[in-house]
Nanobody, 116 residues
Framework: QVQLVESGGGLVQPGGSLRLSCAAS????????MGWYRQAPGKERELVAA???????NYADSVKGRFTISRDNAKNTVYLRMNSLKPEDTAVYYC??????????WGQGTQVTVSS
């Protein structure tokens, strides 16, 4: 059973940067593509970035050009570098498989708050 632990969130001013990490216990090799999701208060969880095992990436339009997803398969870790943060990026960020059918139990997430 894969367990996911997200970290790296915090309070940052608009225009600032953060780097999130997602450590997976067990192997994530069986999960082809990994994704970073976020859920803002009162909104549904949305996929913001995804990366295949081969390193191909895809981004939601709202974060394209500002966020970068990467993965280290040897460390079972997925990262999300977030630059030029905006107040609307405020949310709890989670990682999981990019494909719904391959979701494993969600971790606790990491809170990102963008505010001056």
């Amino acid at each position: 059973q894969v367990q996911l632990v997200e970290s790296g969130g915090g309070l940052v001013q608009p225009g600032g940067s953060l780097r999130l990490s997602c450590a997976a216990s067990g192997s994530i090799f069986s999960i082809n593509a990994m994704g970073w999701y976020r859920q803002a208060p009162g909104k549904e969880r949305e996929l913001v970035a995804a990366i295949t095992s081969g390193g191909r990436t895809n981004y939601a339009d709202s974060v394209k050009g500002r966020f970068t997803i990467s993965r280290d398969n040897a460390k079972n870790t997925v990262y999300l570098r977030m630059n030029s943060l905006k107040p609307e990026d405020t949310a709890v960020y989670y990682c999981n498989a990019a494909a719904r059918l391959k979701w494993v139990p969600w971790g606790q997430g990491t809170q990102v708050t963008v505010s001056s």
